[in-house]
């Protein structure tokens, strides 16, 4: 996908802004409030700390312009949140804001509806930019996202071993899986056991951990 370049906007050419910052730490939103307040005159700021909160005041204001995400969330995660924030408010523009640069997580945002995509460690001139051209219409795309993409793990199951896995994720024990795909619990444990190895982790948690990591949990998953 290519990087559409942040755009200029006119000099003297201004308009009122109402954002809301969903981030749980103070020194970050202080900052972040400082940068929004140069993209507009005036600019009204709106602070949450966790997605809960963010969504209520969504509801409170809908005459918003933009969110700003982060991911690394308390409660729901930024992921979570962002497709909450899609269903319920599907033409409201989304940015994440994140500490991570990984291309996983990039692809993720975007693939659940982000307009944009800002790293903390970004310069404040360069999300500047970066934002006025999502209220422009247009979206960010960073540098990361033209890396290639890692190899899903999932490409290296056989399908009956993303049966069992499917039904790994939704919390059934052995036994349950067998009854569902008739199977015996030495064979499930078997298809266990090869899952876990191709992932290279011990036991289920880790597995659901990996697969959230590249963004594969089933979108169904309780």
Same mark, same amino acid.
């Given at each position: ?10 000099? #003297? ?61 308390? #409660?729901?995660?930024?992921?979570? #949140? @962002? ?10 523009? +989304?940015?994440?804001?994140s500490a991570s640069d990984g291309? @996983?997580? +990039? ?10 995509y800002l790293f903390k460690t ?42 069992? @896995? ?5 919390? @059934? ?27 290279? +982790? ?21």
């Open positions: 996908m290519k990087t559409e370049p942040p755009i200029q906007p006119e000099k #003297g050419l201004t308009r009122a802004f109402t954002f809301l910052l969903v981030e749980d730490h103070p020194l970050v939103r202080t900052g972040m409030v400082h940068l929004l307040q140069r993209l507009g005159e005036p600019v009204e700021v709106f602070e949450a700390g966790d997605c809960s909160e963010a969504l209520a005041l969504c509801r409170q204001h809908p005459d918003l312009d933009l969110v700003l995400l982060d991911l690394g969330l308390p #409660g729901m995660d930024g992921f979570e #949140g @962002l497709a909450r924030f899609r269903r319920e408010f599907p033409s409201l523009p +989304v940015v994440i804001l291309p @996983l997580e +990039v692809r993720r945002a975007f693939e659940q509806g982000a307009q944009g970004m310069s404040p001139g360069l999300m500047e930019q970066a934002l006025r051209l999502v209220l422009e219409g247009g979206r960010y795309v960073p540098p990361t996202l033209l890396e290639p993409a890692p190899a899903s793990p999932l490409q290296q199951l056989t399908p009956r071993q993303r049966d069992v @896995l499917h039904l790994l994720e939704k919390g @059934l024990s052995n036994k349950e899986i067998g009854r569902q795909l008739g199977l015996s619990d030495n064979t499930v444990r078997a298809h266990a056991a090869a899952i876990f190895r191709t992932l290279g +982790v011990r036991n289920r948690t880790e597995a659901a951990h990996k697969l959230r990591e590249y963004g594969l949990l089933s979108e169904d998953r309780d």
